[in-house]
Nanobody, 124 residues
Framework: QVQLVESGGGLVQAGGSLRLSCAASGHTSSTYGMGWFRQAPGKEREFVAALSRGGSAAYYATSVKGRVTISRDNTKNTVYLQMNSLKPEDTAVYYC?????????????????WGQGTQVTVSS
């Protein structure tokens, strides 16, 4: 079992930056592939970024590529999502997820554990 807790969300102006963190506890979380997803009001949850357990393979949604970086510190059991040049359309609840398969994956179905989410609001 893995528990995930997101933090770092908040209100930011368009063009600003935020760094989200996802702290993992429980079973050896460093062996898990990790991902970030988001859900905007009235929309389905969508993929944002994913990272393999070793951190060598990252994968990004087209809508955020070039503005977002996913990284992990396995010594701290923490995954990060650095978001730059934020846009109002990035407003959503951001969720961290972990999958027992160690590779990166964009499908929500591939993930076994989910955090509660952190709100990101980007004002215009």
């Amino acid at each position: 079992q893995v528990q995930l807790v997101e933090s770092g969300g908040g209100l930011v102006q368009a063009g600003g930056s935020l760094r989200l963190s996802c702290a993992a506890s429980g079973h050896t979380s460093s062996t898990y592939g990790m991902g970030w997803f988001r859900q905007a009001p009235g929309k389905e949850r969508e993929f944002v970024a994913a990272l393999s357990r070793g951190g060598s393979a990252a994968y990004y949604a087209t809508s955020v590529k070039g503005r977002v970086t996913i990284s992990r510190d396995n010594t701290k059991n923490t995954v990060y999502l650095q978001m730059n040049s934020l846009k109002p359309e990035d407003t959503a609840v951001y969720y961290c997820a972990a999958r027992m398969g160690g590779s990166s994956a964009s499908s929500q179905l591939a993930y076994d554990y989910w955090g509660q989410g952190t709100q990101v609001t980007v004002s215009s």
